[in-house]
């Protein structure tokens, strides 16, 4: 599975992104799909996963409310819609794919995007 994340930019505070990740090969279904952010200086950091179907979804604390995660697997992408954004959300996302483990653990995700930038200005 290759992904490819997109969607970021430079918002002010407030304003929302919605970031994409498209994946490549047939077995998108098969993968729980992540969202992970990192700062400078800072671990890589769980945001938000959804389940096969999309019908269970898992949310940091520091975003619960302000972001949703949702997929479309009849188009292999995967999206992490933020709103409220605020200057601590400001680090590069990554989307990546969980066979199986834990969702928080990012040493259990088999593969990864590139990243994308937020940066949010205050």
């Known amino acids: 599975v290759q992904l490819q994340a997109s969607g970021g930019g430079l918002v002010q505070a407030g304003d929302s992104l919605n970031l994409s990740c498209a994946a490549s090969?047939?077995?998108?279904?098969?993968?729980?799909m992540g969202w992970f952010r990192q700062s400078p200086g800072k671990e890589r950091e769980f945001v938000a996963t959804?389940?096969?179907?999309?019908?269970?979804?898992y949310y940091a604390d520091s975003v619960k409310g302000r972001f949703t995660i949702s997929r479309d697997n009849g188009k292999n992408t995967v999206y992490l819609q933020m709103n409220s954004l605020r200057p601590e959300d400001t680090a590069v996302y990554y989307c990546a794919a969980l066979r199986s483990g834990s969702y928080r653990l990012p040493g259990d995700y088999e593969y990864w995007g590139q990243g994308t930038q937020v940066t949010v200005s205050s």
């Open positions: 959804i389940s096969w179907s999309g019908e269970s979804t």
């Open positions: 090969g047939r077995t998108f279904s098969s993968y729980f």
